[in-house]
């Protein structure tokens, strides 16, 4: 089974990219495909068109439209979180990694926690 996971962005650099803190105003989304047997198979970097008019709601279906299968964040509101369940996309935390490498390896590695409606940031 294939897996695409979103990591948010400033950067174009596909796995070297730095991660952003916030998910929605990320310049960019690098997305990673994963194969069956754990190998990346493709990088894509995409610019974020942004969520302004539409809310965080509007940053849910952007990632979705990537058809991702994870979201792999430093924080999240709890609405944007609840919009990404509501949608079956699981989100991970990752405050650590400053790279998508470094990120991704994480994630292989069963080192993120899933998270949780009371580790959401409460600000959104």
């Known amino acids: 089974m294939h897996q695409r996971i979103v990591f948010p962005t400033n950067e174009h650099h596909g796995l070297l990219s730095k991660r952003d803190a916030h998910f929605g105003r990320a310049n960019f989304y690098t997305v990673?495909?994963?194969g069956a047997d754990g190998t990346i198979e493709d990088v894509a970097v995409v610019k974020n068109e942004?969520?302004?008019e539409s809310g965080c709601g509007g940053?849910?279906?952007?990632i979705c439209a990537l058809g991702a299968d994870a979201l792999i964040v430093s924080g999240i509101g709890g609405s944007p979180l609840k919009g990404f369940a509501q949608k079956g996309l699981s989100v991970y935390y990752d405050n650590t990694s400053f790279n998508v490498q470094q990120s991704l390896l994480a994630f292989?590695?069963?080192?993120?926690p899933k998270m949780q409606p009371e580790m959401s940031c409460s600000h959104h």
Do not use: P, R, S, T
Not at 59 to 62: I, R, T, Y
């Open 59 to 62: 940053a849910v279906e952007n």
């Open 108 to 112: 292989l590695d069963k080192q993120l």
């Open 50 to 52: 942004g969520h302004k």
């Open 32 to 34: 990673v495909k994963i």
